[in-house]
């Protein structure tokens, strides 16, 4: 008959309804013998450690041993019917007056010694086993007998390097005579527990059932062992610190073994040993999705596509550094020390030593620090003395950061990019080792940091170098178009150019939307209505997540408020794009200090929809200047509205009756003066001088306003009455022109040979590109030295939410471009 193991852990053992669903597990299994390895009921263990640890200090643990009676009784009246159940809870009870007699003795001598620690410990796992095997026996679905075995009438185990270790001639003897040969059938086996060579009952560690199951895999000739737990499978990190973190299909014993040393405690690191010597495959899986296939462990995985194939972190670290020029060139310095660990039975986690053999450096657990300082004292006493060796220094609150996979052996680069993401995410290391076998690469780094860190580094190996965390503001006009735009194209951008734009904040002037992974497109107009109040600090710390690679915060306001965070924000680690004029067109050395932080702080400041929306006018001038051409005059129609009334006024009728009919149209402002007084167009004057290389600001610039002076400071209703006064002299500028051949248009002017800018209104001759465009188009027109004879012309729509939108969404390509291009 084959057999096969299954473990269940506490996680999959919580309640009743866990049981059940492990029970169901069990019986829809193929035909063969199953061995059921399981642990204690979910927290059951460190309830049981608990009354120790109180009753030692002679604390009370009365209510403590009532909440394990009311758990266990509860389950037990839930699941298995009276007889049976009287029976558990008879042997229950009278363990539970055992463990009452242990605690009042301990009380009395205030300690614990290791063996009563692991005798009422390991109770949990027999309450656990007799419980399943009862409810199997119960459903009576699978042919053949159900059992309940006692790990420890079969397993001897003694205590090696790492921990216990199987002392396998007794274990197999033993395991024979409990579980003959020729039974057929289910065995339910407590995990965790065991004994030691003199007969007294011992635990293979805290999570030692997974060891257990291996261990039964290898006694019973098993060809699989399913790990069961509440995760899908081995992932490549820990999701409760990595949330971006996903299963890994296949891994070899060693990664496995390697990853669960550093911390992954999804699998005990010594079960890997007993499958590895029986060639045993171990899956991984998750009891509340029995149907995905989980985590293969074998010693050779078919796929070995990822460099990097998981991530993990332990706290509780000391670092200690012996540190001495005595040590230099003295053969013999690392063997004494570690002779003296060894011989204290202190555990080293990672030792790091330069060449120069100055200094040795290692990592302990931080409940150690203090005896190993002693120790290490101890055995380097004369060359303390002696001055040879100056300083022992320990620093507590440590943790380890380690990147495994075998796919990294031999590859250079890894290293690379993860002391780079590390020094990005601002993370100090104060030690590094890498194993020979170039299966890992660990840092030491201080625990305050682990989570912060573990996210960064899972970031830049598994993420697309183009996931953006993208937070928006001023969901307006252009806002809203530019979320729809993202919208439509998000699922193109992924699957063709592997881009992952995650909208995760959106944030109007009174309200907030923040989603974790991303928002739902479709309806964030709702949720952002029933959204929190807007905290403009939160919303930057939600969008800048640790775990993902990138942050760019899109404004779509006209607010000088937001403008001036840029400063912050650049310098932060954030890229910020925007159509919002008033950061370059405000005061010039704000202007420069942008330029210079993202310079410094490597970030990316695009803002092409300043001018001319989704023309390329911005990127043009920056390519002019950039490819060492000389722009000698940037001149043009910079303005939608006022490129619309002048292509429309013609005398035949009132320049005041156009300006009404296009506001009644919505081609203007609500308050049309903000147009007519030419400001927006002088903010875009500026913008392309400052951009093209001079140091000008909005009081340098000469703007004709079409408000007429009388008009400045009247309501919106008497500005539109009384503009019919004016007329008469715009008509007459128009008949002027007519006259001449020419035309109007409003036009701003930057002449950068003279350094002087102006923006007003003037006329052009018929043939001049100026008199020929479309309602609402814009047109730049460059002189440059290259462009001399024939100007360069950028003509087309450059207003309306639509198309300033477009030129938002291209900056935003544009920087994904740009950041995977430095990623790579
Ligand atoms: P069980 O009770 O089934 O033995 P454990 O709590 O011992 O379960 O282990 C499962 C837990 O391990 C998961 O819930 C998860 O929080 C944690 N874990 C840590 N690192 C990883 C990782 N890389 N992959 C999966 N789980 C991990
Ligand atoms: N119940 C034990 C523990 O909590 C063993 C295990 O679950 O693997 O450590
Ligand atoms: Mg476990």
Same mark, same amino acid.
Request: charged residues 20%; glycine residues 10%; aromatic residues 6%.
């Given at each position: 008959?084959?057999?096969?193991?299954?473990?269940?852990?506490g996680?999959?053992?919580?309640?009743?309804?866990?049981?059940?669903?492990?029970?169901?597990?069990?019986?829809s299994?193929?035909?063969?013998?199953?061995?059921v390895?399981?642990?204690?009921?979910?927290?059951?263990?460190?309830?049981?450690?608990?009354?120790?640890?109180?009753?030692?200090?002679?604390?009370?643990?009365?209510?403590?041993?009532?909440?394990?009676?009311?758990?266990?009784?509860?389950?037990?009246?839930?699941?298995?019917?009276?007889?049976?159940?009287?029976?558990?809870?008879?042997?229950?009870?009278?363990e539970?007056?055992?463990?009452?007699?242990?605690?009042?003795?301990?009380?009395?001598v205030?300690?614990?010694?290791?063996?009563?620690?692991?005798?009422?410990?390991?109770?949990?796992?027999?309450?656990?086993?007799?419980?399943?095997?009862?409810?199997?026996?119960?459903?009576?679905?699978?042919?053949?007998?159900?059992?309940?075995?006692d790990?420890?009438?079969?397993?001897?185990?003694?205590?090696?390097?790492?921990?216990?270790?199987?002392?396998?001639?007794?274990?197999?003897?033993?395991?024979?005579?409990?579980?003959?040969?020729?039974?057929?059938?289910?065995?339910?086996?407590?995990?965790?527990?065991?004994?030691?060579?003199?007969?007294?009952?011992?635990?293979?560690?805290?999570?030692?059932?997974?060891?257990?199951?291996?261990?039964?895999?290898?006694?019973?000739?098993?060809?699989?062992?399913?790990?069961?737990?509440?995760?899908?499978?081995?992932m490549?990190?820990?999701p409760s610190?990595?949330?971006?973190?996903?299963?890994?299909?296949?891994i070899?014993y060693?990664?496995?073994?390697?990853?669960?040393?550093?911390?992954?405690?999804?699998?005990?690191?010594?079960?890997?040993?007993?499958?590895?010597?029986h060639g045993?495959?171990?899956?991984?899986?998750?009891?509340?999705?029995?149907?995905?296939?989980?985590? %293969?462990?074998?010693?050779?995985?078919?796929?070995?596509?990822?460099?990097?194939?998981?991530?993990s972190?332990? +706290?509780?670290?000391?670092?200690v550094?012996?540190e001495?020029?005595?040590?230099?060139?003295?053969?013999?310095?690392?063997?004494?020390?570690?002779?003296?660990?060894?011989?204290?039975?202190?555990?080293?986690?990672?030792?790091?030593?330069?060449?120069?053999?100055?200094?040795?450096?290692?990592?302990?657990?931080?409940?150690?620090?203090?005896?190993?300082?002693?120790?290490?004292?101890?055995?380097?006493?004369?060359?303390?003395?002696?001055?040879?060796?100056?300083?022992?220094?320990?620093?507590?609150?440590?943790?380890?950061?380690?990147v495994?996979? +075998?796919?990294?052996?031999?590859?250079?680069?890894?290293?690379?990019?993860?002391?780079?993401?590390?020094?990005?995410?601002?993370?100090?290391?104060?030690?590094?080792?890498?194993?020979?076998?170039?299966?890992?690469?660990?840092?030491?780094?201080?625990?305050?940091?682990?989570?912060?860190?573990?996210?960064?580094?899972?970031?830049?190996?598994?993420?697309?170098?183009k996931?953006?965390?993208?937070?928006?503001?001023?969901?307006?006009s252009?806002?809203?178009?530019?979320?729809? %735009?993202?919208?439509?194209?998000?699922?193109?951008?992924r699957?063709?150019?592997?881009?992952?734009?995650?909208?995760?904040?959106?944030?109007?002037?009174?309200r907030?939307?923040?989603?974790?992974?991303?928002?739902?497109?479709?309806?964030?107009?709702? +949720?952002?209505?029933?959204?929190?109040?807007?905290?403009?600090?939160?919303?930057?710390?939600?969008?800048?997540?640790?775990?993902?690679?990138?942050?760019?915060?899109?404004?779509?306001?006209?607010?000088?408020?937001?403008?001036?965070?840029?400063?912050?924000?650049?310098?932060?680690?954030?890229?910020?794009?925007?159509?919002?004029?008033?950061?370059?067109?405000?005061?010039m050395?704000?202007?420069?200090?942008?330029?210079?932080?993202?310079?410094?702080?490597?970030?990316?400041?695009?803002?092409?929809?300043?001018?001319?929306?989704?023309?390329?006018?911005?990127?043009?001038?920056?390519?002019?200047?950039?490819?060492?051409?000389?722009?000698?005059?940037?001149?043009g129609?910079?303005?939608?509205?006022?490129?619309?009334l002048?292509?429309?006024?013609?005398?035949?009728?009132?320049?005041?009756?156009?300006?009404?009919?296009?506001?009644?149209?919505?081609?203007?402002?609500p308050?049309?003066?903000d147009?007519?007084s030419?400001?927006?167009?002088?903010?875009?004057?500026?913008?392309?001088?400052?951009?093209?290389?001079?140091?000008?600001?909005?009081?340098?610039?000469?703007?004709?306003?079409?408000?007429?002076?009388?008009?400045?400071?009247?309501?919106?209703?008497?500005?539109?009455?009384?503009?019919?006064?004016?007329?008469?002299?715009?008509?007459?500028?128009?008949?002027?022109?007519?006259?001449?051949?020419?035309?109007?248009?409003?036009?701003?002017?930057?002449?950068?040979?003279?350094?002087?800018?102006?923006?007003?209104?003037?006329s052009?001759?018929?043939?001049?590109?100026?008199?020929?465009?479309?309602?609402?188009?814009?047109?730049?027109?460059?002189?440059?030295?290259?462009?001399?004879?024939?100007?360069?012309?950028?003509?087309?729509?450059?207003?309306?939410?639509?198309?300033?939108?477009?030129?938002?969404?291209?900056?935003?390509?544009?920087?994904?471009?740009?950041?995977?291009?430095?990623?790579?």
């Amino acid at each position: 008959m084959t057999w096969t193991v299954h473990k269940f852990g506490g996680t999959s053992l919580a309640d009743a309804a866990c049981f059940r669903r492990v029970a169901d597990i069990v019986v829809s299994q193929p035909e063969g013998n199953l061995a059921v390895v399981v642990s204690a009921i979910g927290g059951v263990t460190d309830l049981l450690l608990g009354l120790i640890d109180q009753a030692s200090n002679d604390q009370p643990v009365a209510a403590s041993i009532e909440e394990l009676r009311s758990r266990y009784q509860g389950m037990v009246a839930e699941l298995i019917s009276e007889n049976r159940a009287n029976e558990l809870l008879r042997q229950f009870t009278d363990e539970l007056e055992d463990i009452d007699s242990v605690l009042k003795a301990l009380s009395v001598v205030k300690a614990a010694s290791d063996g009563s620690r692991d005798l009422v410990a390991g109770f949990g796992e027999l309450w656990s086993a007799r419980l399943l095997a009862a409810l199997l026996e119960e459903g009576g679905q699978r042919s053949g007998a159900v059992a309940c075995v006692d790990a420890r009438d079969i397993l001897v185990v003694e205590s090696g390097e790492m921990g216990p270790t199987v002392v396998w001639e007794p274990t197999r003897k033993q395991c024979k005579r409990v579980i003959p040969d020729d039974y057929q059938g289910v065995v339910v086996v407590t995990g965790f527990i065991a004994r030691n060579r003199e007969g007294l009952q011992t635990t293979l560690g805290r999570n030692g059932s997974d060891y257990s199951a291996s261990i039964f895999g290898s006694l019973l000739g098993a060809g699989v062992v399913h790990i069961w737990t509440d995760v899908e499978g081995v992932m490549t990190g820990d999701p409760s610190r990595v949330p971006e973190a996903t299963v890994i299909d296949e891994i070899s014993y060693n990664e496995a073994m390697e990853l669960a040393y550093f911390g992954t405690k999804v699998i005990h690191p010594q079960t890997m040993a007993p499958a590895l010597a029986h060639g045993i495959s171990i899956r991984i899986r998750g009891t509340f999705s029995p149907e995905r296939p989980g985590t %293969q462990i074998t010693a050779t995985p078919e796929r070995q596509d990822a460099l990097v194939k998981g991530i993990s972190g332990i +706290d509780g670290i000391a670092l200690v550094n012996l540190e001495g020029a005595g040590m230099i060139g003295v053969p013999g310095t690392a063997d004494r020390l570690f002779g003296a660990l060894r011989e204290a039975a202190i555990s080293v986690t990672l030792i790091s030593q330069g060449s120069s053999e100055h200094s040795i450096c290692f990592a302990v657990p931080e409940e150690s620090a203090e005896q190993v300082k002693a120790v290490v004292e101890r055995a380097f006493a004369v060359e303390l003395a002696q001055g040879q060796v100056q300083n022992i220094e320990v620093t507590t609150g440590c943790g380890v950061l380690a990147v495994v996979g +075998d796919g990294m052996a031999g590859l250079p680069g890894v290293a690379g990019r993860f002391f780079r993401t590390l020094g990005s995410a601002g993370v100090n290391v104060r030690a590094i080792a890498q194993g020979a076998s170039e299966r890992n690469i660990s840092a030491v780094i201080a625990s305050k940091d682990m989570t912060r860190a573990l996210r960064a580094v899972h970031g830049s190996f598994y993420l697309s170098a183009k996931t953006v965390s993208i937070g928006l503001v001023g969901p307006g006009s252009v806002g809203s178009a530019l979320l729809e %735009q993202l919208a439509g194209e998000a699922e193109r951008l992924r699957q063709n150019f592997n881009l992952d734009l995650r909208v995760r904040a959106v944030g109007s002037s009174s309200r907030m939307l923040l989603a974790d992974r991303r928002i739902d497109l479709g309806r964030w107009r709702d +949720d952002l209505k029933s959204g929190e109040d807007i905290d403009l600090e939160r919303f930057v710390d939600h969008v800048q997540a640790d775990h993902l690679p990138h942050t760019v915060l899109i404004d779509c306001t006209a607010e000088d408020s937001i403008a001036n965070r840029y400063g912050q924000w650049l310098e932060r680690g954030i890229h910020v794009i925007t159509p919002n004029k008033r950061a370059h067109s405000g005061a010039m050395d704000y202007y420069a200090d942008l330029k210079r932080i993202s310079h410094r702080a490597n970030t990316h400041f695009l803002y092409e929809a300043t001018v001319g929306a989704g023309l390329p006018v911005i990127q043009t001038v920056k390519d002019l200047v950039e490819t060492g051409d000389e722009i000698t005059r940037i001149s043009g129609i910079l303005s939608g509205t006022l490129a619309y009334l002048f292509n429309v006024f013609d005398a035949t009728q009132p320049f005041s009756e156009i300006v009404r009919e296009a506001r009644a149209r919505g081609y203007t402002e609500p308050d049309p003066r903000d147009d007519l007084s030419g400001m927006d167009v002088a903010r875009k004057a500026v913008i392309l001088a400052r951009e093209a290389g001079l140091t000008m600001g909005l009081a340098d610039l000469e703007v004709e306003s079409l408000v007429p002076a009388a008009l400045v400071d009247v309501s919106i209703d008497e500005f539109l009455e009384r503009l019919v006064d004016f007329d008469a002299p715009m008509a007459e500028r128009y008949q002027q022109a007519q006259k001449d051949d020419r035309v109007l248009r409003y036009v701003a002017d930057v002449d950068l040979a003279h350094g002087t800018a102006n923006v007003r209104l003037a006329s052009y001759p018929l043939d001049h590109p100026f008199a020929n465009i479309n309602l609402t188009d814009n047109i730049v027109q460059f002189e440059t030295r290259r462009y001399c004879e024939n100007p360069l012309i950028i003509r087309g729509p450059g207003a309306g939410p639509e198309v300033t939108a477009a030129g938002v969404f291209a900056d935003l390509l544009r920087l994904c471009s740009m950041l995977s291009a430095n990623n790579s």
